[in-house]
């Protein structure tokens, strides 16, 4: 190695300390920005579910505080249950959900098996058919929609939602699991065939290789329509069948003055899903992140 | 093309249409089919028609389109303000939601202690509906209880405090940031996940040469984002031009104050529903549909041919 004069040896600390100085600048304004969405991402659904818990004066006095044993009140939870019927609001919007993604999942793999798996004239036809409905926002065939559920006699059913879903969720489902099904290896599915498989069977084989597929397809696919708004009003208003986001709006707009049930029915509708997105969010979003780097 | 991979070990494909194949594309052909593409075509066809008497519907042509056009007394005004207040609901998203996504996506595309943390909770009120977070941000925006009035007079900005929901002015745009700021997670991770592909080996030179994260964002990094930010644009677009759930909870099918905050997704459940001062009328909401599915069309026609402007990066 070559030898260096005093004075630049001396130099050396201040070059890589100045380097490494930007860098930990940008580290922490990095972390500073960070955590300032972080809180403003989380900090009024959070100040919302604590305030929930107290009396109607804590509310307004100290809404920072956490409730104590002097301002602990369950109020407005009390007027929750008395005045409306969250449970079967949730039992509603779980049946809804649950069953119009089995369908979806059900059915967007058969398309996405054939659609990858055979070339039938049409073939290419029948993907854009599907792509279409990714573009169009199945709400601007409303008028159209109701006409058709009132015909067939299911207007005020669950069943109107969970069919209205299922053909608004396809399109996306199929566009994504035609990817990963064109990717599963060709002769997996020979080798059942040569052992006398029916094309049934094959599909039956390999639906356990496209598992990681149907967790982004449900990722996607369950959060519009558990939180749906429109649907729910035009196509099944009644008491009977309202879902969580339907119900929730019509308590909210009848009790608008009552804060103290505004905010019990506000941390009733969001803190069950919230639970459930932070058991699942590392497999959530890391399905979101292979769904897009797919796409 | 993706089906030559199985020819040879198919003959039956030469058969136009096997037995099993039906089975497999029946169920979803006649769902999607029945309850998505023949709505959305026969309410274009409704647009056409208004009704006579009770059952009896009569074709009129363009009829419906023209009332909405020149109509002065409630529908031509009604439309253009939905119009403009659609455009610049989209206009507030993309300008405030997809730069900020944006930069925290490249944030937390190097490494992060904590990155996964960050990402939940800045995703989290995305899996909320609009309605439940728009009226978390009423309460909170609610002079009453004066949660963000006690922040901004915390910050020395005190003076800045309005009731933003309430004002003519400031409740479109209101509305707008709420969207925005929940679904500020969605375009993060489209964009994360672009960013987390690009192999390393594109910007290690640069580090080793003592560039910045930032230089190495602004030179490398977003030529490479490109494609993905106008396929972010596009959906913002699809989705704000949806937007209803948010305003409908706020500010009922009227979308006051003074329908400053009518889009024209309202716009188009008052005309089919009714309200106050709008009588019910399915043909003209169809029209009104009608109009929303050109608005969109010429939306996707225009993303299609900006892209093939940008030149993109093959990886």
């Known amino acids: 190695m070559a030898s260096y004069s005093e004075a630049e040896r001396k130099r050396w600390p201040d070059i890589v300390s100045d380097v490494d100085l930007r860098h930990l600048a940008t580290k922490v304004l990095k972390h500073w ?25 804590a509310i307004f006095r100290n809404p920072y505080h956490l409730p104590n044993a002097e301002t602990f009140d369950l109020a407005g939870y009390e007027t929750v249950f008395e005045k409306s019927q969250f449970h079967l609001y ?10 119009a993604l089995a369908l979806i999942l059900l059915f967007g793999t058969m398309v996405a098996f054939a659609l990858a798996e055979y070339s039938f004239p049409g073939n290419n036809l029948l993907r854009l058919f599907f792509l279409l409905g990714i573009i169009i926002p199945i709400r601007l065939g409303s008028v159209s929609l109701l006409r058709l559920i009132v015909s067939l006699d299911l207007i005020g059913t669950l069943w109107a939602l969970i069919v209205v879903y299922v ?20 002769e997996l ?38 939180n749906d708004l429109w649907f729910p009003l035009v196509l099944a208003p009644g008491e009977a069948t309202r879902t969580v986001t339907l119900g929730a709006q019509q ?36 399905g979101l992140t292979a769904g897009a780097i797919k796409n | 093309m993706t089906a030559s991979l199985s020819q040879q070990g198919q003959p039956k494909n030469r058969k136009p249409f096997p037995l099993h194949i039906v089975v497999f594309l029946a169920p979803a052909v006649v769902i999607y089919g029945l309850f998505m593409i023949y709505p959305l075509f026969d309410s274009l066809r409704l647009g056409f028609f208004v009704q006579v008497t009770r059952g009896v519907e ?65 995703f989290s009120p995305a899996i909320l509906s609009l309605a439940i977070a728009g009226f978390v941000w009423r309460l909170v925006l609610s002079p009453l209880w004066g949660v963000v009035y006690d922040i901004l007079k915390a910050l020395g900005l005190g003076a800045y405090a309005q009731p933003w929901l309430g004002l003519e002015s400031t409740a479109l745009i209101t509305l707008a940031l709420i969207s925005a700021w929940q679904y500020l997670g969605i375009p993060m991770m489209l964009y994360f996940a672009t960013l987390i592909s690009i192999p390393n080996e594109l910007f290690e030179a640069a580090y080793v040469d003592g560039a910045t994260d930032w230089q190495i964002f602004w030179r490398i990094k977003l030529p490479l984002l490109m494609p993905m930010v106008g396929i972010v644009s ?78 993109s990066y093959e990886l």
Do not use: C
Request: glycine fraction near 6%; hydrophobic fraction near 55%; proline fraction near 4%.
């Open chain 1, 189 to 226: 599915k020979d080798a059942a065939r040569v052992d006398g498989a029916s094309e049934y069977r094959v599909f039956w084989l390999i639906l356990p290789i496209i598992r990681p597929a149907t967790g982004t397809v449900s990722a996607i696919s369950i959060i519009p329509m558990w």
């Open chain 2, 58 to 122: 009569q074709f009129v042509g363009t009829q419906n389109y023209l009332t909405l056009l020149t109509d002065e007394a409630i529908l031509q005004p009604r439309l253009l303000n939905a119009l403009k207040n659609s455009f610049l609901f989209f206009a507030v998203n993309m300008l405030v939601q997809n730069p900020i996504a944006l930069f925290l996506a490249a944030a937390l595309s190097t490494k992060t202690r904590g990155g996964l943390l960050y990402r939940v909770l800045i």
């Open chain 1, 90 to 99: 949730y039992f509603n919007s779980l049946f809804v959900t649950l069953t």
């Open chain 1, 33 to 57: 920005m960070l955590m300032a969405f972080a809180l403003l991402s989380t900090a009024p659904v959070a100040l919302v579910v604590l305030n929930s818990f107290k009396a109607r004066r």
């Open chain 2, 234 to 311: 596009l959906l913002t677009y699809i989705g704000n031009f949806n937007a209803f759930d948010v305003i409908f909870a706020l500010k009922g099918a009227d979308a006051g104050p003074n329908y400053a905050s009518d889009t024209m997704m309202t716009f188009f459940y008052r005309t089919f529903f009714g309200s106050g001062f709008q009588k019910a009328d399915p043909h003209m909401g169809a029209a009104v549909a009608g109009t929303m599915f050109v608005i969109l069309l010429a939306g996707v026609l225009l993303y299609l041919l900006i892209r093939r402007r940008i030149r």
């Open chain 1, 251 to 286: 308590f909210m707009g009848q009790f608008s003055n009552d804060w103290n049930a505004l905010l019990a029915a506000l941390s009733l509708s969001s803190v069950p899903v919230l639970i459930i997105y932070f058991i699942s969010s590392k497999q959530l979003l890391q």
């Open chain 1, 167 to 186: 053909a608004g969720g396809l399109p996306l489902a199929v566009f994504i699991l035609t990817q990963f099904m064109s990717q599963v290896p060709g």
